[in-house]
């Protein structure tokens, strides 16, 4: 069951408010004495998050099917360039990862408890089931229910997190990849500091900037110095200072990409690499599952200063 | 393979539009220093030694130390106006045969790949060459730093070796305890010359390994096998808790700014409490 993308914030006593989670969505059922871990396409992550074994002494129940969000956290906020780089390690290594990336499970439903299911249950009584049967631990974690959904929207958004979700109360759960409207999705814009190693020059004219971050949990040899491409931006620029980037770009080139995956060249197109040393704010909408930033666009609050006083100065000289 | 350059090889009046991909990769390991109390990866700043701010990029300027603590500092017109006028080039200026050239000048070795309708000027370049036996000596610029090359046949393609200036190769006569013409017995030089006949064999760098590095990656496998491996902890472990409780301030920060509803502040708490009643 997935949410349905809302826009204007329905509140109404029928519905109750839960944060929307930045993760990856995870089911974990536990038969017997197997535990299976499934993401969104049913696919096994099991041997990939062995500490949710756990889960298994939490659970008052000989088998139980919950469902909820992982995540992983950054800066105190939940972050899913981290999460993924936790996701994407070979087996060898998750052992260390575990506890240098943790995990924490945000559960939000429970399906299936004691071999009945409970999917015909209106969602209050999974709801009170899952509270009943859960036991407290560090990595794992009911959500949250509120009553007051623009409330909570204005504290999730103080908080820095993705956004909410509004369930009605009496629905059941839809199985399945499923969009239901009897979940309600409002996602706030999200924010990051990346910094820019190219500029995309279509003959001499500049199209976009190239993000990228800082992989500082990358133990795959790429080195310190070598950064992650995470999207390219040319929204909320103007053209004025898309030259300014290449004049700047231009004294500080770099012969070879400072990206250890760099975009494939298209014909026409040239790409001046620069000095991962500028950083800019982006406004985006979400991740992509291969670590790339949707839609993203320069924050126009946040403008680099510096090329204020330049821009001032071509003005002068005009 | 990438290309890490694009520009052109010209050669008298041909221009053959080319790329420019990285010969050769270092297989070296790369070992990152921990702070050993803690096993967390050191992290590099820069910072003022005189304020101790950390400095940010704004505040930076290159300065050149013409003599201990004195700084001369260039700002980017400066560096621009030497660079003059950077291209992407690679200008041949004289043929020459290979032998003259001592490796000692050899930097770093790329090869080259026509770009666009680079392919026919391409093969002629690398036809004649090989049937003359020569090499090209030229200049090559990536963006403003210039350097000799010489480019070459290697194997069925167009090779180029960036070359040091001769000023950047040091004088052998500045090297300490060199013997002039010793007095050398003939036996002695016999069986030398002997030695260098019995070990002379065809070059074949295939039987050279790292051993170095094979050795370090079996310590590395052992360790790894034996769970003797050092785990670096999150600067601080953050918790999930942590950020729990900040929200739950920010919800109620909320409601009071709003003053709003009596209702939700008689509740215990302003976490929705699920009743069996239900609603």
């Known amino acids: ?318 | 393979m990438r290309a890490m350059w694009k520009g052109s090889l010209s050669f008298g009046l041909v221009n053959i539009p080319v790329r420019l991909f990285a010969a050769t990769e270092s297989k070296g390991l790369k070992f990152r220093y921990l702070h050993l109390p803690c096993h967390a990866p050191v992290e590099y700043r820069k910072t003022c030694p005189v304020c101790g701010k950390e400095a940010p990029w704004e505040e930076l300027a290159r300065g050149f130390e013409y003599q201990k603590g004195s700084f001369v500092i260039l700002d980017e017109e400066e560096f621009k106006s030497a660079a003059g006028e950077s291209e992407h080039l690679i200008e041949i200026q004289d043929f020459v045969r290979i032998e003259e050239i001592d490796p000692v000048y050899f930097q770093n070795s790329y090869y080259l790949s026509p770009d666009g309708a680079g392919g026919k000027p391409y093969a002629l370049l690398r036809k004649a060459m090989s049937e003359a036996g020569k090499v090209a000596v030229a200049n090559i610029t990536i963006r403003t730093k210039e350097t000799p090359a010489v480019v070459r046949v290697y194997q069925d393609i167009l090779a180029l070796s960036t070359m040091y200036f001769p000023d950047e190769v040091r004088n052998t006569r500045e090297l300490p305890d060199i013997p002039g013409e010793e007095k050398i017995r003939e036996r002695e030089l016999e069986m030398a010359r002997d030695l260098i006949e019995n070990l002379a064999v065809p070059f074949d760098l295939e039987k050279y390994h790292d051993t170095y590095r094979e050795k370090l990656l079996e310590i590395i496998d052992a360790k790894i096998k034996g769970k003797k491996v050092a785990v670096a902890p999150s600067p601080e472990r953050e918790k999930v808790v942590d950020l729990l409780e900040a929200l739950q301030a920010s919800v109620e920060k909320v409601r009071e700014k709003k003053g709003k509803g009596k209702a939700s502040q008689a509740k215990k708490s302003p976490k929705e409490k699920l009743t069996t009643s239900g609603r």
């Not at chain 1, 040239?270 to 000095?275: G, N, P, Q, R, Y």
């Open chain 1, 1 to 318: 069951m997935e949410p349905l993308a809302g826009k204007a914030l329905v509140e109404e006593p029928s519905y109750v408010y839960q944060v929307k989670w930045d993760g990856i969505r995870l089911l974990a059922s536990w038969d017997e004495d197997r535990l299976l871990l499934q993401g969104r396409r049913l696919t096994n992550k099991t041997v990939s998050y062995p500490e949710l074994a756990v889960l298994s002494e939490l659970v008052k129940g000989r088998s139980f099917l919950l469902d909820g969000e992982l995540i992983s956290l950054k800066g105190g906020k939940p972050c899913f360039f981290t999460l993924m780089q936790r996701e994407n390690r070979i087996s060898q290594q998750r052992e260390g990862l575990s506890l240098q990336i943790p995990v924490y499970y945000m559960v939000f439903d429970l399906l299936l408890l004691n071999g009945k299911w409970l999917l015909e249950k209106p969602w209050e009584t999974r709801q009170e089931l899952l509270q009943g049967s859960l036991e407290k631990h560090d990595l794992i974690h009911v959500t949250e229910n509120y009553s007051e959904g623009k409330n909570l929207l204005e504290a999730v958004a103080e908080q820095g997190l993705e956004g909410i979700v509004a369930k009605k109360r009496e629905s059941p759960y839809v199985p399945g990849p499923r969009k239901s409207n009897y979940w309600i999705k409002h996602k706030l814009q999200q924010t990051l500091e990346a910094c820019v190693g190219g500029i995309y020059l279509k003959g001499k004219k500049p199209i976009s900037l190239l993000l990228g971050m800082e992989d500082e949990n990358d133990f795959t040899g790429n080195g310190p110095q070598k950064i992650r491409l995470i999207g390219s931006v040319s929204s909320g620029l103007t053209e004025a200072e898309l030259h300014l980037w290449v004049q700047w770009g231009r004294e500080n080139s770099l012969p070879f990409s400072p990206f250890f995956n760099p975009p494939p060249l298209s014909r026409g197109r040239t790409i001046l690499w620069v000095e991962p040393i500028r950083r800019v704010q982006v406004l985006f909408s979400e991740w992509t599952p291969d670590l790339k930033l949707r839609s993203p666009r320069i924050n126009p609050h946040k403008r680099q200063n510096e090329f204020k006083n330049q821009r001032n100065e071509l003005q002068k000289r005009q």
